[in-house]
C-alpha cells in the first residue's frame, strides 16, 4: 500500500492555492525519527540504468504518445542533496507534501546557492516500501498515464545530473525522497551512512494545523550565570498537521516546542534562539505564546565569581575621599548609591583589591583613582556609566549590573 503526492511540475500551482494567512504563527519543534540511509545510494545505480536504459520514455499528454527524453546522462550522487532529502524525509512525517511543515516551497530546502535546477520526488508506504527497490518501483509509474508518471519524468529529467536519496521510518511508515538537481561540481565527498533514531529541527506554520495542544511549562523560573549561554525551557506539545499521512491510523505526533521568549529587559537577559544569555546580574521577565496561550518566566541572572565584599562603606557617604584606600587590604568593596565622586588615587596601589561595586549614582571618578591596582581587579557596574568608561580605560574586567 503506497500513496503519491502531486508531481514536481503542478508546484507551482498548488502552493500558490495554499493561501497561508500573514497571521499565521511559525513554531520551532523536534521530534525522532529512525533514519535508514542503508540502501538509499544503492538507488542510483537503478536510476541510472533506467535512464540509459531501453524503457527510458514516458507518455505524452494524449496518453497514447511515448517521449524518448534527449541527452540523458547517468547522474551523479550529491552528499548535499542527500542531506536535503533526508531533511524532507524526516519533514514528510508531519506533512507529507510538497510544501514543507514551515508553508513554504520544497524548495527552500535547497539551500546550496549553485544548484540550477532542482526537483523532488517524495513516498511513503505503511507497512510497506521498506526498501529502495520497493520506494524506485513506485516512483518509476509504468503502468501509469500522463498524469501520474510525474516521478518518472523527474527522473528522466535531462537538466538534472546529481541526486540524494533519503529514507526514514516512523513508526510503521517508510518516508522517501529523492532531491534533484544540475550542479556544475556535484559535492561527490561520501559521509557515513545513518542508520539512527535522530531527532529532527523542523519549523512549522500553525495555518497547517488540523489539531494542537500545548502541554504546560515545567518550571516558572530560570537562573542564569552571567555570560553563560543557557537553553531556554520546552514544552511538549500534540500537533497534526494537513496531510498527516496516514491519518486513519494516527494520533497526533507529539513534538518538543521550542516557545519564541522575549525578554522584557534584553539589556539583562537576551534571547539567541534556543538560548538565553545574563548580560546583566539583575533580574528580569521573559514571555512567549504558544497556540493562543500566554506563558510567562521570571529570570535572574547570577555570577558565582563574585566575591562577598569585606569592606563595608556608610550608607550615608557621599564621597570616597582621595588616598582613602591606598595600599589597603581590602578585597572586595561595595560603593552605596550615596556616593557620586571618587577622589584621587582613592584605590591607588592597591593591590590586594579583586571587586569593587560601583553604582551609576558616582558621575566623578579621578582619573588616577586606581594607578597601580591588579590588572586583575573586576569592576561591577551599570552599562554606560562613569565606572564602565573607567574600567575600560584600565583594561578591568566588567561584571555588567541591571
Known amino acids: 500500500m503506497f500513496r503519491k503526492l502531486t508531481v514536481f511540475f503542478l508546484l507551482a500551482a498548488l502552493i500558490l492555492s495554499l493561501g497561508l494567512s500573514a497571521s499565521a504563527e511559525t513554531y520551532d519543534v523536534s521530534y525522532a525519527v529512525v533514519f535508514a540511509q542503508d540502501g538509499c545510494r544503492d538507488m542510483l545505480q537503478m536510476i541510472n540504468d533506467f535512464?540509459?536504459?531501453?524503457?527510458?520514455?514516458?507518455?505524452?499528454?494524449?496518453?497514447?504518445?511515448?517521449?524518448w527524453p534527449e541527452n540523458l546522462q547517468a547522474l551523479v550522487y550529491d552528499?548535499?542533496?542527500?542531506?536535503?532529502?533526508?531533511q524532507r524525509a524526516a519533514e514528510c512525517v508531519l506533512h507529507y507534501d510538497h510544501t514543507r511543515p514551515d508553508g513554504t516551497r520544497c524548495f527552500t530546502a535547497f539551500t546550496e546557492n549553485d544548484i540550477i535546477s532542482r526537483g523532488e520526488n517524495i513516498a511513503v508506504g505503511y507497512n510497506s516500501m521498506s526498501t529502495p527497490a520497493e520506494a524506485f518501483n513506485a516512483w518509476r509509474e509504468q503502468n501509469e498515464p500522463y498524469a501520474g508518471q510525474g516521478h518518472r519524468r523527474n527522473m528522466l529529467n535531462a537538466r538534472f545530473n546529481c541526486i540524494g536519496v533519503g529514507h526514514v521510518q516512523y513508526g510503521e511508515c517508510d518516508f522517501w525522497a529523492q532531491a534533484l538537481g544540475y550542479r556544475e561540481t556535484p559535492n561527490t565527498a561520501a559521509t557515513s551512512s545513518n542508520n539512527q533514531t535522530t531527532v529532527v529541527y523542523v519549523t512549522v506554520n500553525s495555518d497547517l494545523f488540523t489539531e494542537s495542544t500545548a502541554g504546560s511549562l515545567a518550571v516558572s523560573s530560570v537562573t542564569l550565570e552571567y555570560g553563560v549561554p543557557a537553553d531556554l525551557p520546552v514544552i511538549t506539545a500534540q500537533i497534526r498537521m494537513e496531510e498527516q499521512w496516514p491519518a486513519a491510523y494516527r494520533d497526533p505526533d507529539e513534538v518538543t516546542l521550542y516557545?519564541?521568549?522575549?525578554?522584557?529587559?534584553?539589556?539583562?537577559?537576551?534571547?539567541?534562539?534556543?538560548q538565553a544569555l545574563g548580560k546583566a546580574v539583575g533580574q528580569?521577565?521573559?514571555?512567549?505564546?504558544?497556540?493562543?496561550q500566554s506563558l510567562s518566566l521570571s529570570a535572574a541572572v547570577a555570577c558565582s565569581t563574585l566575591l562577598t565584599p569585606d569592606f563595608i562603606l556608610p550608607r550615608d557617604l557621599t564621597r570616597i575621599e582621595d588616598d582613602s584606600f591606598y595600599e589597603t587590604g581590602a578585597v572586595a568593596v561595595e560603593i552605596p548609591e550615596?556616593?557620586?565622586?571618587?577622589?584621587?588615587?582613592?584605590?591607588?596601589?592597591?593591590?590586594?583589591?579583586?571587586?569593587?561595586?560601583?553604582?551609576?549614582?558616582?558621575?566623578?571618578?579621578a582619573d588616577d583613582a586606581?594607578?597601580?591596582?591588579?590588572?586583575?581587579?573586576?569592576?561591577?557596574?551599570?552599562?554606560?556609566?562613569?565606572a564602565e568608561t573607567v574600567a575600560l580605560q584600565y583594561g578591568f574586567t566588567i561584571v555588567y549590573l541591571q
Do not use: H
Open 51 to 67: 535512464r540509459t536504459g531501453s524503457d527510458a520514455w514516458y507518455w505524452a499528454e494524449d496518453d497514447e504518445t511515448k517521449v
Open 79 to 86: 552528499y548535499d542533496l542527500e542531506r536535503i532529502a533526508m
Open 259 to 274: 516557545p519564541a521568549w522575549t525578554s522584557a529587559d534584553p539589556a539583562c537577559v537576551e534571547i539567541n534562539g534556543t
Open 284 to 292: 528580569t521577565s521573559l514571555s512567549a505564546s504558544v497556540f493562543g
Open 338 to 365: 550615596s556616593v557620586t565622586v571618587i577622589g584621587q588615587r582613592a584605590f591607588y596601589a592597591c593591590q590586594s583589591l579583586r571587586q569593587i561595586t560601583i553604582p551609576s549614582s558616582v558621575t566623578q571618578i
Open 370 to 386: 586606581f594607578d597601580e591596582c591588579s590588572s586583575d581587579l573586576v569592576v561591577c557596574c551599570q552599562a554606560g556609566s562613569r
